[in-house]
C-alpha cells in the first residue's frame, strides 16, 4: 500500500528566508506526486505535480519541488517566503489506476515570522 | 465557473442522525471523491467514483454511503452518526486517473 510521511509537523521560518518541507512516499511503482497548500478554512490548492520526466518542477507562487527516486522523496522548496506563504502543506502520492486515489501526509503547518 | 461546489458549509448533528453531505462540479469530471480531515492525520479516502453508476470504497468508508447518478453530483450519506464522524470533509474530482483532483472548499461536521 501507498503511504506519504511528512516529518515536520511545524516549520517556522523568517520572512525572506529560504524553505525546504520534507515530503517521503512509499509507492511499488512511478508514482504521481503532488504538494497542495490549504489556508485556514478553505479547501486545498495545487501548487505543482510530476508525473514523469524532469525531476524539478516548477509550481505556483515561486515553489519548486524535486523528485529523488533513490531516496524516495519529494521535497517541496522556495527560495524566499512571503508572509502570505504561512498555510498548511499537504504532500500527495497518487495511484496511476482506476480511481486516482490519494493518499496524504499528514500536513505541515508553516509559520512565517516578519 | 464554480468548480467544485459543497454544501452545507457547517452542520452539527445529534449522535443517531443522518444527514447526506452535497458535492457537484460544473466541469464535465468523471472521478469525484470524498476525503475527511482529521488533525495531523492528512486527508483520508473514504469513498471514490470513476463514473456515473460507480463507487468504491476508500481507506475508511465505514458509516458513510455514496451514489453516482449523474456526473455532476456525488453526495456523501451519514447513515447514524457517531462522535468519531466529527471531521472536515471534502469533495474533490479530477479529468481522470493520474490528473490533479480540484477540491471544494469543504464541510465542517460536529456530531455531538
Known amino acids: 500500500a501507498q503511504s506519504v510521511t511528512q516529518p515536520d509537523i511545524h516549520i517556522t521560518v523568517s520572512e525572506g528566508a529560504s524553505l525546504e518541507l520534507r515530503c517521503n512516499y512509499s509507492y511499488g511503482a512511478t508514482p504521481y506526486l503532488f504538494w497542495y497548500v490549504q489556508s485556514p478554512g478553505q479547501g486545498l490548492q495545487l501548487l505543482l505535480k510530476y508525473f514523469s520526466g524532469d525531476t524539478l518542477v516548477q509550481g505556483i507562487k515561486g515553489f519548486e519541488a524535486e523528485f529523488k527516486r533513490s531516496q524516495s522523496s519529494f521535497n517541496l522548496r522556495k527560495p524566499s517566503v512571503h508572509w502570505s506563504d504561512a498555510a498548511e502543506y499537504f504532500c500527495a502520492v497518487g495511484a496511476n489506476n482506476a480511481g486516482n486515489m490519494l493518499t496524504f501526509g499528514g500536513g505541515t503547518r508553516l509559520m512565517v515570522k516578519p | 465557473n464554480a468548480g467544485v461546489t459543497q454544501t452545507p458549509k457547517f452542520q452539527v448533528l445529534k449522535t443517531g442522525q443522518s444527514m447526506t453531505l452535497q458535492c457537484a462540479q460544473d466541469?464535465?469530471?468523471?472521478?469525484m471523491s470524498w476525503y475527511r480531515q482529521d488533525p495531523g492525520m492528512g486527508l483520508r479516502l473514504i469513498h471514490y467514483?470513476?463514473?456515473?453508476?460507480?463507487?468504491d470504497q476508500g481507506e475508511v468508508p465505514n458509516g458513510y454511503n455514496v451514489s453516482r447518478s449523474t456526473t455532476e453530483d456525488f453526495p456523501l450519506r451519514l447513515l447514524s452518526a457517531a462522535p468519531s464522524q466529527t471531521s472536515v470533509y471534502f469533495c474533490?474530482?479530477?479529468?481522470?486517473?493520474?490528473?490533479?483532483?480540484?477540491f471544494g472548499d469543504g464541510t465542517r461536521l460536529s456530531i455531538l
Open positions: 474533490a474530482s479530477s479529468p481522470g486517473g493520474g490528473q490533479p483532483q480540484h
Open positions: 467514483s470513476v463514473g456515473a453508476g460507480i463507487t
Open positions: 466541469m464535465n469530471h468523471e472521478y
